[in-house]
């Protein structure tokens, strides 16, 4: 699956985009000013989304890379 078909997935699972994601990560203490804090592991994002989305792992890790800033809205 692209990484646009994860975002697509995610945006009809969950009824949130992006930017959601980045607010949520905000509010949840994960990110700082929009970036990804030190502590915060992967495991922790993916945590979050299974217990509080139902995200598969692939889904989570695809909204992981977001917050990291290894893809954004526009990767392939």
Known sequence: MSFQGYLKTIKEKTGKGPADFRQ???GK???KDGELKAETKAGDITNWLKNDFELG???AMAIYALL???KNEDSE
Do not use: P, Q, R
Request: charged content about 15%; hydrophobic content about 35%; proline content about 0%.
């Open 29 to 31: 203490g994960f990110t």
């Open 57 to 59: 792992h692939g889904h």
């Open 24 to 26: 949520l990560a905000e």
């Open 68 to 70: 990291k800033g290894i």
